[in-house]
């Protein structure tokens, strides 16, 4: 058996796009795919840039709001998962802090196993 930790202080500082958030990576695999837990502080931001390649975002703990090319901000909590496509702008906030797996990769389709958010 082996422990690992991916808490926050394991991480790094990002300033990129006018961020301020922490990332802990957590794995990166032989299909490319990247895996990481990001820890947004209180009054936090993600800021708008975007999507490399497509992204899920799974919210763990706290909540805050998200959005992609509308200006509107939709709310998000514990349970939630957010995918943006590839070339997708978007933005992550939170005013009371908010701590999200985030996956990486050419090959992600979340509507094989999760169901859409009503």
Known sequence: MKLFRFGQE???VTSR????????RILTCDQPTHMGC??????????????????????VNGHGWVR??????VPVAIGDAVFWKQGEWHETRT??????????SDVLD????????R
């Not at 796009?17 to 802990?24: A, G, I, L, Q, T």
């Not at 990001?38 to 899920?56: D, K, R, T, W």
């Not at 992609?68 to 901000?73: F, I, L, P, R, V």
């Not at 005013?95 to 990486?104: K, M, P, Q, R, S």
């Open 68 to 73: 992609s090319h509308a200006d509107e901000m």
């Open 10 to 12: 394991t991480g790094t």
């Open 17 to 24: 796009f006018d961020s301020n958030f922490v990332m802990s």
């Open 38 to 59: 990001m820890y947004i502080e209180p009054n936090g931001i993600v800021g708008f840039h975007e999507a490399s390649c497509p992204q899920l975002l799974l919210v």
């Open 110 to 117: 979340p509507t094989q196993f999760m169901p859409i958010r």
């Open 95 to 104: 005013d009371t802090g908010l701590t999200a797996i985030v996956v990486e």
